[in-house]
């Protein structure tokens, strides 16, 4: 586990790597069209007919993200303000992320609905299951809550994948649709958003191969 553990852990840290260096390459082309990504969210927003959400500058880099609880699309200052390939690509697929609430997207709605759970658990799986290994032969119950509880953390994951594929997809169909990408800009939105969504494939695959390791345990101790 512990060699499962540190290659899931370099493939994360190459991945996230490669994802900030585009970022860094593609913030350096200027768009074409010269809109920032304040001014193409509020574009996208409206042109799918959404007028309750908020577009709002945050702090930090790379904490973009959409917030369905109060509808705010809350761009990093570097895209909120950005005129450039990546601020489109990040602006449009968190507005992706609006117009999924709008749509009632199946899988967007599932995730949110077990957010509380596994903010919950992703706080203490890790205990559980250390307890759990410690505490195997007399308590093997422990072991198994802490399953459980990883099954939880695992299956968040998984549903991210389609909700953050989805995202994309209609950022992109959008940005070529309405011409705010050109040919050239369009293939390097596309490949940093390739390269986002490849993080969140690796945390799914190494949670599942932790759920499976923990498992093994379980089931090879009643056996």
């Not at 082309?29 to 927003?45: C, F, H, P, R, Y």
């Not at 799986?125 to 695992?154: D, E, H, K, R, Y």
């Amino acid at each position: 586990m512990l060699f499962i553990g540190i290659l899931f852990l370099v493939i994360s840290l190459l991945i996230s790597w490669k994802f900030k260096s585009k970022v860094k390459e593609y913030s350096e082309v200027a768009l074409t069209i010269n809109l920032s990504g304040s001014e193409i969210a509020e574009k996208m927003l409206r042109d799918n007919g959404i007028f309750d959400v908020k577009v709002i500058s945050a702090e930090g880099q790379l904490t973009d993200h959409y917030n369905p609880t109060d509808k705010t699309v809350n761009l990093s200052q570097d895209v909120f303000y950005g005129k450039n390939v990546i601020s489109a690509a990040i602006a449009a697929h968190e507005c992706g992320h609006a117009v999924q609430h709008a749509d009632a997207y199946v899988w967007l709605n599932f995730r949110s609905a077990i957010v509380p759970v596994v903010s919950i658990t992703s706080k203490w799986v890790q205990w559980v299951l250390l307890g759990g290994i410690l505490l195997m032969n007399s308590f093997p119950q422990i072991l198994l809550i802490g399953i459980i509880m990883l099954a939880a953390v695992t299956l968040f994951s998984i549903i991210t994948l389609p909700v953050e594929f989805d995202a994309s997809n209609r950022a992109m169909a959008w940005l070529n649709n309405r011409n705010i990408v050109q040919t050239d800009e369009s293939s390097m939105a596309r490949n940093a958003l390739n390269w986002a969504a490849s993080t969140y494939v690796i945390a799914a695959l190494s949670s599942l191969a932790t759920l499976l390791y923990y498992v093994a345990i379980f089931t090879g101790r009643r056996n």
